[in-house]
């Protein structure tokens, strides 16, 4: 897959789950929207919501989707724009897999402690998943472009047995 199009599948995902996190975020203040996404009595974004531990440590859920995927964006975005630096795809597969266990430690919460699912959270969490494999394409791309260099260069430099010099040949 072409660096581009997996860069693309990042920004396609962080914009999706900020979309998705910021009407989580709606829903806490407009009570009516819960009801666009409660099934049953299991997929209830109203019983996840009312069952007070949606925060960590005093922080709305909402707010943790919100200024993780805008964190993923702009980390994503300055690993493009300064590709030659090695920090920044690693730095966001960082970001990334520090989202993905927040999604796993939400989703227990909502499983085992409030024994119901959110819908609308369940889809932020697989836009955070998205962006995560798109983290470890991206490192993952980076890391073979390296080694490629790094047999180039070992190629073009003379071995250690050639003779360097003239008086060495003959």
């Not at 975005?77 to 795809?89: G, H, I, N, V």
């Not at 430690?105 to 889809?123: H, K, M, Q, R, S």
């Not at 998943?129 to 470890?136: D, K, L, N, P, S």
Request: proline share 3%; with cysteine; hydrophobic share 50%.
């Amino acid at each position: 897959m072409r660096t581009r199009t997996i860069r693309s599948i990042i920004y396609f995902a962080a914009g999706l789950g900020l979309i998705v996190s910021i009407f989580t975020f709606l829903e806490s203040v407009e009570a009516s929207l819960q009801r666009l996404c409660t099934v049953n009595a299991f997929w209830s974004c109203t019983t996840v919501d009312q069952s007070g531990k949606t925060t960590l440590f005093g922080i709305p859920d909402s707010f943790i989707g919100i200024g993780g995927f805008v964190l993923i964006f702009l980390v994503a975005a300055l690993a493009e724009s300064r590709r030659r630096e090695r920090f920044w795809p690693y730095f966001l597969l960082f970001v990334t897999t520090a989202g993905v266990a927040l999604s796993f430690y939400f989703g227990y919460v909502e499983l085992v402690e409030i024994n119901a699912l959110c819908p609308v959270c369940l889809t932020a969490y697989v836009f955070g998943f998205v962006a995560w494999f798109g983290a470890i394409a991206l490192v993952l791309k980076l890391r073979a472009k390296e080694r490629l260099r790094t047999t180039e260069r070992s190629e073009d430099a003379p071995s250690a047995d050639a003779p360097t010099s003239a008086a060495e040949k003959g």
